[in-house]
């Protein structure tokens, strides 16, 4: 069946450190690969997107995400986190050929501890 | 100029009520969407439209009617209301069927 997994429901980092959000997908082919933030009380931002060709690419607010076709895996990172990346983060994945519909992760909501 | 927009941002209603909602995007896109986030934050799709044409109808109450005047709008429109519909709802639209989707700020439906 198509899915796709956020395995950490809550993240908590310092303000500076490293971070990364773990996404994984179950398909049998490579789906469309997207990374949502969702700031308190605000809708969706699009941070990045993969659909083909080199497999890191660069989001905003410097943000990067690494699809590896070996683990159906396509995590977010940031070198440094800072206070205000505090949100809800989606992972969103289209199954082309399954009415390409865009299917939502549960959510990782990331605290940044000052 | 906002690109994707919702109104109302809150709606507070009794149940068995009837309610819209409107979206409208200036993207010139030809697909919209209506996305629910229940209380756990989690976002479910309930209906895409492609040039005012339904192409996705998720398993959703009859009581939630989409209706799309042109390509640049998509209502949602919900008959006697429960409380199990208290959510979050969220139109998107996009270029293309399958590519990256442009939210709006979401309304937050409470049914009391």
């Known amino acids: 069946a198509q899915s796709v997994t956020q395995p950490d429901i809550h993240i908590t980092v310092s303000e500076g450190a490293s971070l990364e959000l773990r996404c994984n997908y179950s398909?049998?082919?490579?789906?469309?690969l997207f990374w949502y933030v969702q700031s308190p009380g605000q809708g969706l931002q699009l941070l990045l997107k993969?659909?083909?060709?080199?497999?890191l690419v660069q989001g905003i607010k410097g943000f990067e995400a690494e699809f590896k076709r070996s683990q159906s895996s396509f995590n977010l990172r940031k070198p440094s986190v800072h206070w205000s990346d505090a949100a809800e983060y989606f992972c969103?994945?289209?199954?082309?050929?399954?009415?390409?519909?865009?299917?939502f992760g549960t959510g990782t909501q990331l605290k940044v501890e000052l | 100029d906002t690109a994707v927009s919702q109104t109302p941002k809150y709606l507070v209603t009794q149940m068995g009520n009837d309610k819209s909602i409107k979206c409208e995007q200036n993207?010139?896109?030809?697909?919209m969407y209506w996305y629910k986030q229940d209380s756990k934050k989690f976002l479910k799709i309930m209906f895409s439209?492609?040039?005012?044409?339904?192409?996705i109808n998720e398993t959703v109450p009859n009581r939630f009617s989409p209706k799309s005047p042109d390509k640049a709008h998509l209502n949602l429109h919900i008959n006697s209301l429960e409380l199990g519909d208290s959510a979050v709802y969220f139109c998107?639209?996009?270029?293309?069927?399958?590519?990256?989707?442009?939210f709006g700020q979401g309304t937050r439906l409470t049914v009391v």
């Open positions: 398909y049998g082919a490579t789906p469309y």
């Open positions: 993207l010139g896109h030809d697909t």
């Open positions: 969103a994945v289209v199954f082309t050929g399954g009415g390409n519909k865009l299917t």
């Open positions: 993969y659909f083909s060709g080199d497999t």
């Open positions: 998107a639209s996009s270029q293309d069927y399958g590519a990256e989707a442009f």
């Open positions: 439209y492609n040039n005012k044409e339904l192409i």
